[in-house]
């Protein structure tokens, strides 16, 4: 797919995934362009899916959510209909920022973050454990964020 990508359409996609508030103005001048064809460039990037969406990224601390949790979890059951369970369940939790299913001894990995300990033991006890298909839990605490991107090398 990146086939289609031109050093203009690449050069685009930096830019707006270092800062995606930029302006289609600041862009073409940039890159020495008018407006018009970066506009349409833009939109074609959106239209054909290379773009998802725009975010703002928050501050954790300022926001009182200083805990990050890893959360590993083994299922009991691993056939189509439990595994699709089990996503469609963890879609519905708010507080699970990020998952992955894995391969390996491990199944999901999710990403979560919560105002305190007690608020992820909460999480644990009353929304995490009602997942009936789950075998084990395991719980790590980020100490540091050493890296932190959304950016990707193109």
């Known amino acids: 797919m990146i086939e289609k990508l031109d050093d203009i359409d690449l050069t685009i996609l930096r830019i707006l995934q270092k800062d995606s508030k930029k302006t289609t103005k600041e862009i073409a001048s940039t890159l020495n362009m008018t407006i018009s064809?970066?506009?349409?460039?833009?939109?074609?990037?959106?239209?054909?899916?290379y773009i998802k969406k725009y975010v703002a990224v928050l501050d954790k601390k300022l926001l009182n959510y200083p805990v990050t949790a890893i959360c590993l979890v083994s299922l009991r059951y691993h056939n189509e209909g439990f595994i699709d369970k089990f996503e469609q369940q963890i879609q519905e939790l708010p507080e699970v920022q990020e998952c992955f299913h894995m391969a390996g001894k491990v199944d999901f990995f999710l990403k979560i973050n919560m105002k305190s300990l007690d608020d992820y033991h909460d999480f644990v006890r009353l929304k995490l454990s009602n997942i009936s298909n789950i075998g084990v839990l395991e719980s790590y605490f980020v100490l540091k964020e050493i890296k932190h991107t959304s950016e990707y090398k193109i």
């Open 37 to 49: 064809p970066i506009y349409e460039r833009i939109k074609r990037l959106e239209n054909d899916g």
